[in-house]
């Protein structure tokens, strides 16, 4: 088992950063992968980013060139660095974990952190 807990998130202006982060705990030494989804109202949730444990970055189009995401030495956390943000960014972003433990694959999801940016 996996527990995730997202923070940062919150009300911007347009143009403004924002960094979210999610601490992970509970087996994280099965982690594989990381990721930030994020589900504006009245939408399907999309990928943002992913990051796995040896480290390969993926990037989805949404936010393609206005984020960075990282996790620390440890693995067991998960940033992402979201800059020059727009109305449309507003959504609840979700952190994603995927792990593997006794040859079986498990998906774990946060309880979500909410950006609104507002113009």
């Known amino acids: 088992q996996v527990q995730l807990v997202e923070s940062g998130g919150g009300l911007v202006q347009v143009g403004e950063s924002l960094k979210l982060s999610c601490a992970a705990s509970?087996?994280?030494?099965?982690?594989?992968?990381m990721a930030w989804y994020r589900q504006a109202p009245g939408k399907q949730r999309e990928l943002v980013a992913a990051?796995?444990?040896?480290?390969?970055?993926d990037y989805a189009d949404v936010l393609k060139g206005r984020s960075t995401i990282s996790s620390n030495i440890a693995g067991d956390t998960v940033y992402l660095q979201m800059s020059s943000l727009k109305p449309e960014d507003t959504g609840v972003y979700y952190c994603?974990?995927?792990?593997?433990?006794?040859?079986?694959?498990?998906?774990?999801w946060g309880q979500g952190t909410q950006v609104i940016v507002s113009s």
């Open positions: 994603n974990v995927e792990s593997v433990f006794d040859r079986n694959n498990y998906v774990y």
């Open positions: 509970g087996h994280v030494s099965s982690i594989i992968g």
């Open positions: 990051i796995t444990s040896g480290g390969k970055i």
